[in-house]
């Protein structure tokens, strides 16, 4: 059965609002630790976010109007958590995009009117003394919130630097989100914790939605001057590894330009080795055609063949050699290669999707929304 073009649009919509919604919570959280330095902040636990008796659950809905049994379900989920401990304050913020931001104290006929037929599920003594420990938040979008919260860091870190909060934002949403995987034990963060992982960054991710906030020549020259700016005299000699979605619109002459940039910064003979470049999304013809065009230059590459059309070798891909200053990797053989080889940094431009890639705590994994292989030309430049 085929898959309607409006249906397909109306799935990628999804998972892009799926997205924003679960980044405003993130968003949120650090709006929390920022303004509770002290206290640690709890995520993804009892609710979404909680800290000491504060209890609170996130709702954004930028598309939707409101509607009561919207917010039933989680209005009744923070009930039973408060029938089992009165101590807890509650709070749902939510956005809808026909409400202005605003706090609710409800009233008893206000509560029962969300319950709809589950109100009768509870006591009229449990639901008086919830109403007086609870409030309602209608807070804003997630575009003013994400601003709230710069403006926040750059008062606390930055000192009023525009860019340098949004590389912090990065940083401390991207430690989030590594969190958020593991035990839950382990999904709460205080200040000191941010200020500490700012001096080893390790994993950072610029989503898409940064693009929202600054033009196209400030988010560049950010991602520039942060990662493909190299600081010191000698290049650290060590496995680097470039994934690259490629978008049917790249023009191949485009990837060529990357490809030499990415030569020229990164390999140098006896001293860094020559960087693997991975390229998810490529029709085989245009590979194929990248290689001809890269031997015509005089630029040799090992991809793991010893000729065209032969099968992919992992011992030949694994050869190191002085006058092969390139390696080029397809995603069908980029398992085999992580699992043989430690490599340091992995920087993954992605356009559409993002290749799943097994990392280990000590790889530097940057990744990166870029709109065209253009756009990664002229920030590896």
Not at 37 to 45: N, T
Not at 291 to 299: E, R, S, T
Not at 333 to 338: D, P, R
Request: aromatic residues 12%.
């Amino acid at each position: 059965m085929s898959t309607s073009p409006n249906s397909t649009k109306k799935e990628k919509d999804g998972g892009y609002y799926a997205i924003k919604g679960f980044l405003f919570q993130f968003d949120l959280t650090m709006i929390k630790i920022l303004n509770n330095p002290q206290k640690k902040i709890q995520f993804e636990q009892i609710q979404d976010i909680n800290y000491e008796n504060y209890v609170i659950q996130v709702k954004h809905k930028e598309t939707q109007n409101y509607s009561d049994s919207k917010i039933r379900k989680p209005i009744i989920q923070l009930i039973e958590i408060f029938s089992n401990d009165s101590s807890k304050k509650l709070n749902l913020y939510c956005h809808f995009k026909d409400q202005a931001p605003n706090i609710r104290v409800l009233k008893l006929a206000e509560l029962d009117k969300i319950l709809g037929n589950e109100k009768s599920k509870f006591k009229r003594p449990l639901k008086l003394q919830f109403i007086k420990n609870f409030h309602l938040v209608f807070s804003h979008d997630y575009n003013s919130q994400f601003l709230e919260l710069i403006e926040l860091i750059k008062q606390v870190y930055t000192n009023n630097n525009d860019s340098l909060a949004i590389y912090y934002h990065s940083i401390f949403r991207s430690r989030l989100l590594e969190l958020a995987i593991k035990n839950k034990g382990m999904r709460e963060l205080n200040k000191s914790d941010l200020d500490e992982y700012l001096k080893d960054v390790r994993k950072v991710f610029f989503h898409s939605t940064y693009t929202e906030f600054l033009s196209k020549e400030q988010y560049e020259k950010i991602i520039k001057k942060e990662f493909f700016t190299i600081k010191t005299p000698n290049l650290n000699n060590f496995e680097r590894l470039f994934l690259i979605d490629v978008n049917k619109n790249d023009h191949i002459v485009d990837i060529q330009k990357t490809i030499n940039n990415i030569i020229k910064k990164y390999f140098r003979p006896n001293k860094s080795p020559a960087p693997i470049i991975c390229f998810h999304n490529i029709p085989l013809t245009d590979l194929n055609l990248i290689k001809q065009a890269l031997i015509d230059q005089g630029v040799f590459f090992n991809d793991g063949t010893f000729f065209n059309g032969d099968r992919f070798r992992i011992d030949r891909f694994l050869e190191k050699s002085k006058d092969k200053p390139l390696k080029l990797l397809t995603s069908e053989n980029l398992s085999e290669v992580t699992s043989k080889l430690s490599i340091n940094e992995i920087y993954q431009f992605y356009t559409n999707n993002l290749l799943p890639i097994q990392t280990t705590s000590s790889t530097k994994y940057i990744q990166i929304y870029t709109k065209d292989i253009e756009q990664i030309t002229k920030i590896v430049s």
